[in-house]
């Protein structure tokens, strides 16, 4: 069974700190990995997605690397401002499904303080 | 352009009383899924869909039961609520099922069964 952890379960950090969060999971027969950003109250917003074919991926200030054989993940924030105060999930859809099943990590509470 | 859009916000149901949550999606979307989010539990299936006529169950179906007969609308149906099924529900859609699938979610219905 697909399990995913991630680590730290909550990060505070002083407004223009690079920091990364890790992800890691259990089976390494994925389709992709996502992460997400979640703000209180409000639902998922698709940050970036790795296939599971690639390293790597980029977004403005935010890159997120994927390391198959290990089971890990990492999504580095560069800069990091008061906006992005959020809890970051990271998700794998797990091969050999016949559709998208997605297995979600228990998040990142991420806070960025002036 | 609305996204994935979900009815009500909020609800409070007694025990044994039955209601729908809403879930429409205006992007021609084959794939809809419905997950619930359990304070530090992550986000865990419920059911998904991955078309008009064709649903299934994912890891935590009991209590609940789904249709889909158009595209756009994915109603989650809850049969006499239990205390158990007190959660934040999300609906989600995607263009694929694995492989290129980034995920959209709803802004969530937030449920208390008293």
């Known amino acids: 069974k697909q399990e995913v952890t991630q680590i730290p379960a909550a990060l505070s950090v002083p407004e223009g700190e690079n920091l990364v969060l890790n992800c890691s999971f259990t089976d390494s027969a994925i389709y992709n990995l996502q992460w997400f950003r979640q703000d209180p109250g409000k639902g998922l917003t698709s940050l970036l997605l790795i296939q599971s074919s690639q390293r790597e991926q980029t977004s403005g200030r935010l890159n997120a690397s994927l390391d198959k054989s290990s089971g890990r993940s990492t999504l580095y924030i560069a800069a990091s401002q008061p906006g992005d105060s959020a809890t970051y999930l990271c998700?794998?859809?797990?091969?050999?499904?016949?559709?998208?099943?997605?297995?979600f990590g228990q998040g990142t509470i991420l806070t960025v303080h002036p | 352009n609305a996204g994935v859009t979900q009815t009500p916000k909020f609800r409070i149901l007694k025990i044994g009383q039955s209601m729908t949550l809403q879930c429409t999606q205006d992007?021609?979307?084959?794939?809809m899924y419905w997950y619930r989010q359990d304070p530090g539990m992550g986000l865990k299936l419920i059911y998904y869909s991955v078309g008009a006529g064709i649903t299934d169950k994912g890891e935590v179906p009991n209590g609940y039961n789904v249709s889909r007969s158009t595209t756009e609308d994915f109603p989650l149906r809850l049969e006499l609520a239990a205390p158990s099924q007190t959660s934040v529900y999300f609906c989600a859609s995607s263009y694929s099922s694995g492989g290129g699938g980034e995920l959209f979610f709803g802004e969530g219905s937030r449920l208390t069964v008293l």
């Open positions: 992007m021609n979307h084959n794939y």
């Open positions: 998700a794998v859809t797990v091969s050999g499904t016949s559709y998208g099943k997605l297995t």
